[in-house]
């Protein structure tokens, strides 16, 4: 079965310093990944994805993705951190090689980048 | 621009009462789902469609049940609601292709006395 986890549940950054929210995933075929973004009192908004192709993915608001198959993680990144990026994070996984469209969220992360 | 549309924002509902929420979604997407969301638990899958009357239970469909009549529509039935069910419900929508994103809409967050 797979599954999605996010060791942190928050993430202190100051503004203009990078930012990197960990995420962790386990399949049983090739990863499907997704970063999405909660604001308050929004729903979830689409980042980035990783399919296939270049291990670095790049996606909205300046945001980026690694694909790393051997430590079988996708942690999301961004070069300088702005107070607007302050937000519930989640990471996501659909298993390619099983038949289902189910996509696995991990439990979210935090993050807050101060002034 | 694509518009997923949860009927309510917030509802308010006693232990035992029949709950229906409603999701709509203008995409002509074959998948939809829902979730719900918890502090700490993040999004848990309940039930997810493929197709017209088609459905498939996800991680914790105890107590709850779906309907998907028209492909735009897909409900979410808790048939004697319950204090442990008080949670922010979201629902999504995605073409039909396993490497699609989902698009969810605002949600809905149902508070069970």
């Known amino acids: 079965a797979q599954s999605v986890a996010q060791p942190e549940d928050q993430v202190n950054v100051a503004e203009g310093n990078p930012l990197t929210v960990k995420c962790t995933y386990s399949v049983s075929g090739n990863p499907y990944l997704f970063w999405y973004v909660q604001y308050p009192n929004r729903g979830l908004q689409f980042l980035l994805k990783?399919?296939?192709?270049?291990?670095l993915v790049k996606g909205s608001y300046g945001f980026e993705a690694e694909f790393n198959k051997s430590q079988t993680s996708f942690h999301l990144k961004k070069p300088s951190a702005l107070v607007s990026d302050s937000a519930l994070y989640f990471c996501?996984?659909?298993?390619?090689?099983?038949?289902?469209?189910?996509?696995?969220f991990g439990t979210g992360t935090r993050l807050q980048v101060f002034p | 621009d694509v518009k997923v549309t949860q009927s309510s924002r917030y509802l308010v509902k006693r232990t035992g009462e029949k709950v229906f929420l409603e999701c709509v979604q203008d995409m002509d997407h074959e998948n939809m789902f829902w979730y719900r969301q918890d502090p700490g638990l993040g999004l848990r899958l309940i039930y997810f469609s493929y197709d017209v009357k088609m459905k498939e239970k996800g991680d914790i469909p105890e107590g709850y049940s779906v309907s998907r009549e028209k492909k735009e529509r897909f409900s979410l039935i808790l048939e004697s609601a319950s204090t442990n069910q008080t949670s922010m419900y979201l629902c999504?929508?995605?073409?039909?292709?396993?490497?699609?994103?989902?698009?969810f809409g605002s949600g809905t967050q149902l508070s069970v006395l």
């Open positions: 996501a996984v659909r298993d390619g090689g099983e038949n289902t469209d189910k996509l696995i």
């Open positions: 999504a929508s995605s073409l039909f292709t396993a490497n699609e994103k989902l698009f």
């Open positions: 990783y399919i296939t192709g270049d291990n």
